[in-house]
């Protein structure tokens, strides 16, 4: 499977899962009966990537925005990052994946209630990524369009661990050709 790759520090993963606990503790999560332990792993996945991929886009001269360690509700959470192609701005979220949904399932789950409620909150393109250890990989990418249609016949499946409804998508529908022809296209600065 190809993949471009960037490794996180050991040193930014003990940060990340601090600052994980720190979230989770504010916002009160263990009080809601939510499995803590898994939610810190969920933050300290997602952080690694976006810091992974905002070092790639850093490597690659690209202008970018990036929302940053977030803290607060879903409803505030903005796009992962913000690119300009052919000087529009376009959203990029990232779909961190466990390795059995890159090995055993081959699928890349999403939130049931982000399609169902919140389709105005989905990133233009979301690119699929998974990290073991800090060494991140990003597998490939796809656009909403594309995204919609594949979480319209979707089934939705419930994940006792994370305690949340969810959409599944093959994870051949991220093509990586596809992702390195996006980088290419987006402004430098």
Aim: with cysteine; hydrophobic share 35%.
């Amino acid at each position: 499977m190809e993949s471009l790759e960037y490794q996180v520090p050991a040193s930014l993963l003990t940060f990340f899962r601090q600052q994980a606990a720190q979230k989770i503790q504010s916002e009160g999560w263990g009080k809601q009966g939510r499995n803590v332990d898994t939610k810190i792993d969920n933050f300290v996945h997602c952080w690694t990537t976006e810091e992974a991929f905002k070092q790639i886009l850093i490597q690659h001269k690209v202008w970018f925005r990036h929302r940053g360690l977030y803290f607060g509700d879903a409803q505030g959470a903005g796009a992962d990052f913000t690119v300009k192609v052919e000087s529009k701005e376009v959203t990029l979220g990232l779909r961190s994946v466990a390795p059995d949904s890159l090995t055993k399932w081959k699928t890349v789950a999403y939130p049931n209630d982000r399609f169902e409620e919140e389709q105005d909150k989905i990133a233009d393109y979301h690119i699929v990524c998974n990290h073991d250890n800090g060494k991140t990989r990003f597998f490939g990418i796809i656009s909403k369009e594309k995204l919609l249609q594949d979480l319209e016949q979707s089934r939705i499946l419930y994940s006792s661990k994370n305690q949340e409804k969810f959409r599944v998508v093959p994870l051949e529908r991220f093509a990586f050709e596809e992702l390195l022809q996006l980088m290419a296209k987006m402004e430098r600065i």
